[in-house]
């Protein structure tokens, strides 16, 4: 089973800010199958980004994820108000599917 | 526009269980294959497992192996998710999501809270 690894834990930043996640396999992950999710609360998960780097279908362009091997890093450039949530880094290249335990962006 | 609606809120007693379903609009049903992830409250996401609607075929992580069954009924558009021997510890909200090859678990149900206590 690949563990993932995300980190820090919580962000506190202002909106405008950037922010900086980071996630982190416990063994090589393709970059075909490294997936981000946002969640706000009360809601299901939101894919924003697929295969390491690619934006889903309507997300805004300040999303952007990156990374190769075993780390990973998903960059929202400005934060807009509705940005402030959890973030969950995902492997879906072997089974059992994996994810992280979660960035919680909040506002500072 | 793709969706996946999920049934509503349950409240099972420990050991017994529960089945929630998972209908499919928009899309190809028999095209996608079907996870389910479940979340514990305020803790992150967990797999579950996966179903082929066109043909039935299942993975399951090994955690659940024995526990949960994953079955779909084409002529509906609709998948289920049954845990059996509820424990208190299986309270969470359970999730049905449309896995894609490429572009992973793309679309998701609304949630489905299942409680268990005595």
């Known amino acids: 089973e690949i563990g993932m690894t995300q980190s820090p834990g919580t962000l506190s930043l202002s909106p405008g800010e950037r922010a900086t996640l980071s996630c982190r396999a416990s063994?090589?992950?393709?970059?075909?199958?490294l997936a981000w999710y946002q969640q706000k609360p009360g809601q299901a998960p939101r894919l924003l980004i697929y295969?390491?780097?690619s934006r889903a279908t309507g997300i805004p362009d300040r999303f952007s994820g990156s990374g190769s091997g075993t780390d990973f890093t998903l960059t929202i450039s400005r934060l807009e108000p509705e940005d402030f949530a959890v973030y969950y880094c995902?492997?879906?290249?072997?089974?059992?599917?994996?994810f992280g335990g979660g960035t919680k962006v909040e506002i500072k | 526009q793709v969706q996946l609606v999920q049934s509503g809120a349950d409240v099972k007693k420990p050991g017994a269980s529960v089945k929630v379903s998972c209908k499919a609009s928009?899309?190809?049903?028999?095209?996608?294959?079907v996870h389910w992830v479940r979340q514990a409250p305020g803790q992150g996401l967990e797999w579950m497992g996966w179903?082929?609607?066109?043909?039935?075929?299942?993975k399951y992580a090994q955690k659940f192996q024995g526990r949960v069954a994953l079955t779909r009924d084409t002529s509906i558009s609709t998948a289920y998710m049954e845990l059996s021997g509820l424990r208190s510890d299986d309270t969470a909200v359970y999730y049905c999501?449309?896995?894609?090859?490429?572009?992973?678990?793309?679309?998701w149900g609304q949630g489905t809270l299942v409680t268990v206590s005595s």
């Open positions: 999501t449309r896995g894609e090859v490429v572009t992973g678990l793309d679309y």
């Open positions: 928009g899309y190809t049903f028999t095209g996608y294959y």
């Open positions: 179903i082929n609607p066109n043909n039935g075929g299942t």
């Open positions: 063994q090589s992950v393709s970059t075909t199958y």
């Open positions: 295969g390491a780097s």
């Open positions: 995902q492997q879906y290249g072997s089974s059992p599917l994996t």
